[in-house]
């Protein structure tokens, strides 16, 4: 039986959030000083109605908005959206006792995102449905996407007929799909087995439609043509499925700050370095050290700081930071150092950074919390906070990335 809810403000993932019987309710699509009616279930509330709107609703661009899952807050008027998303970074801070003027947040625009991931699924009528980013429920057949480049929205159809040869398997399954300048870079995830017939199928579609790479499980079935994106100048050929910034303009602003930051800096630490967005661009300044776990993506940035000119010299690691970071003496070797973790953070390495003498550090991080918690550690080691930029990769969505740049004094010895 539904309910009547006072939508009170937005939840940290963008859900509108009402009390009921002294008890916080989370309702998707709605916005504060809105009264809606929902269906309540534990903690959560299915949204029926919106009986008083809020000014700040606006009419969502995409027909799919509310049933696929991977976007939270079209229906927010563009504004306030950039001043919420700011303001989780602004709150994980706070809760952390740092005080600093966060930066009006990056903006990220319609229609940049050149890497997403679809779930598949086989249906009882024997066809692959459709596909959901990650964090929905059902998976809706896309018929349209605001969020991804041109290229991936209009590509929608040739992904189903894909899925449908891939597919061995009753489980959902993933498409991890990337722009590249040389085409399509597509991953299969979790497809099922694969007979010869099946990769024969997979082949044709692929040189048929132009795809660069295709890849199962991570072993690659076709390759057409490599697979390029570029870090500055630097052209790269990164692995199957590896990780890449979800749109350039956010990588590039990242770069950018990270940049301007380390400008003084004649050698330079890369830590979490993946494919060398960082590092193959600070090169062209300073001698850089990266330092990645993954050996495709440490090898595929090898490659291209080979095939460039014009940079200084560059070395690589292979080493898990998380049981094995860097210590204090090794990071003295430097005087600049940006270090961009996977969510988890990077609490033991910045620990260690705290401890050292490198007077210019960029933290680059996809979770609030997790920064906050790892600056607050830098701070109480000697380091001066001297800006924290939220930037927008992610349109729609709770999640925001941020770059914060620190000084620390370095003691004469």
Same mark, same amino acid.
């Given at each position: 039986m539904s309910?009547?809810f006072?939508?009170e403000r937005l939840?940290a993932?963008g859900?509108?959030?009402?009390?009921?019987e002294g =008890?916080?309710?989370f309702i998707?699509?709605?916005?504060?000083g809105?009264?809606? @009616?929902?269906?309540r279930?534990g903690d959560?509330?299915e949204?029926?109605?919106?009986l008083e709107?809020?000014a700040?609703?606006?009419a969502p661009?995409?027909r799919h908005f509310g @049933?696929c899952g991977?976007?939270?807050?079209?229906?927010l008027?563009?504004?306030?959206?950039?001043?919420?998303k700011?303001?989780?970074v +602004? &709150?994980?801070?706070?809760?952390? !006792?740092?005080?600093v003027e966060v930066? %009006?947040? $990056?903006?990220c625009?319609?229609?940049?995102?050149?890497r *997403?991931?679809?779930?598949?699924r086989h249906?009882?009528a024997?066809l692959?449905r459709?596909?959901? %980013?990650?964090l929905s429920?059902?998976? $809706?057949a896309l018929e349209?996407?605001h969020?991804? $480049?041109?290229?991936i929205a209009a *590509?929608?159809?040739?992904?189903?007929a894909?899925?449908?040869?891939?597919?061995n398997?009753r !489980? %959902? /399954?993933q498409?991890?799909v990337t722009a590249?300048?040389a085409g /399509?870079?597509i991953?299969v995830?979790e497809?099922?087995?694969?007979?010869e017939k099946?990769r024969r199928s997979?082949?044709?579609?692929a040189?048929?439609?132009?795809?660069a790479?295709?890849?199962?499980?991570?072993?690659v079935v076709?390759?057409p043509k490599k697979?390029v $994106?570029t870090?500055?100048s630097?052209?790269?050929?990164?692995? %199957?499925?590896v /990780?890449? &910034?979800?749109?350039? *303009?956010a990588e590039?602003?990242?770069?950018g700050?990270?940049?301007s930051h380390?400008?003084?800096a004649?050698?330079v630490?890369?830590l979490f370095?993946g494919c060398?967005?960082?590092?193959?661009?600070?090169?062209?300044?300073?001698?850089?050290h990266?330092?990645?776990s993954?050996?495709?993506?440490?090898?595929?940035?090898?490659?291209?700081?080979?095939?460039?000119t014009?940079? !200084?010299r +560059?070395t690589v690691?292979?080493?898990?930071? /998380?049981?094995r970071?860097?210590? +204090?003496k090794?990071l003295d070797?430097?005087d600049?150092?940006v270090?961009?973790p996977p969510r =988890?953070? *990077?609490?033991?390495q910045?620990?260690?950074?705290?401890r050292s003498?490198?007077?210019? +550090?960029?933290?680059?991080?996809?979770?609030p919390? @997790?920064?906050?918690?790892d600056?607050?550690?830098?701070?109480d080691?000697?380091?001066?906070?001297k800006?924290?930029t939220?930037?927008?990769?992610?349109l729609?969505?709770?999640h925001v990335?941020?770059v914060a740049?620190l000084? !620390?004094?370095r003691r004469r010895?």
């Amino acid at each position: 039986m539904s309910s009547r809810f006072h939508i009170e403000r937005l939840g940290a993932q963008g859900d509108g959030v009402a009390r009921d019987e002294g =008890a916080e309710v989370f309702i998707p699509f709605t916005l504060p000083g809105e009264t809606v @009616t929902a269906v309540r279930s534990g903690d959560r509330a299915e949204l029926m109605a919106v009986l008083e709107s809020s000014a700040l609703r606006v009419a969502p661009p995409c027909r799919h908005f509310g @049933t696929c899952g991977g976007c939270a807050l079209q229906h927010l008027q563009d504004q306030s959206y950039q001043a919420w998303k700011r303001e989780r970074v +602004v &709150q994980a801070l706070r809760a952390r !006792k740092i005080q600093v003027e966060v930066e %009006p947040l $990056v903006a990220c625009q319609p229609g940049s995102r050149r890497r *997403a991931v679809f779930t598949a699924r086989h249906t009882e009528a024997g066809l692959p449905r459709g596909f959901h %980013p990650p964090l929905s429920h059902g998976i $809706v057949a896309l018929e349209e996407c605001h969020v991804v $480049v041109p290229q991936i929205a209009a *590509a929608l159809g040739m992904l189903r007929a894909l899925a449908a040869l891939a597919c061995n398997t009753r !489980k %959902p /399954f993933q498409l991890a799909v990337t722009a590249t300048l040389a085409g /399509f870079d597509i991953a299969v995830r979790e497809a099922g087995p694969m007979d010869e017939k099946r990769r024969r199928s997979l082949i044709d579609l692929a040189i048929r439609e132009g795809l660069a790479r295709l890849s199962m499980d991570g072993e690659v079935v076709v390759e057409p043509k490599k697979p390029v $994106v570029t870090f500055g100048s630097v052209v790269v050929s990164p692995p %199957p499925g590896v /990780f890449l &910034q979800a749109t350039e *303009a956010a990588e590039a602003a990242m770069a950018g700050l990270v940049a301007s930051h380390l400008l003084r800096a004649k050698r330079v630490a890369d830590l979490f370095s993946g494919c060398g967005s960082f590092a193959l661009r600070l090169a062209a300044r300073a001698e850089v050290h990266a330092v990645e776990s993954d050996a495709e993506a440490l090898a595929a940035l090898d490659r291209g700081f080979r095939f460039a000119t014009g940079l !200084k010299r +560059v070395t690589v690691e292979r080493r898990d930071l /998380f049981r094995r970071p860097l210590t +204090v003496k090794e990071l003295d070797a430097f005087d600049g150092l940006v270090f961009d973790p996977p969510r =988890a953070g *990077a609490e033991d390495q910045s620990k260690q950074i705290a401890r050292s003498q490198v007077p210019l +550090v960029a933290a680059v991080s996809c979770n609030p919390a @997790t920064l906050a918690r790892d600056l607050r550690i830098l701070l109480d080691g000697g380091y001066a906070l001297k800006s924290v930029t939220p930037i927008d990769q992610f349109l729609w969505s709770p999640h925001v990335e941020a770059v914060a740049l620190l000084e !620390k004094p370095r003691r004469r010895r």
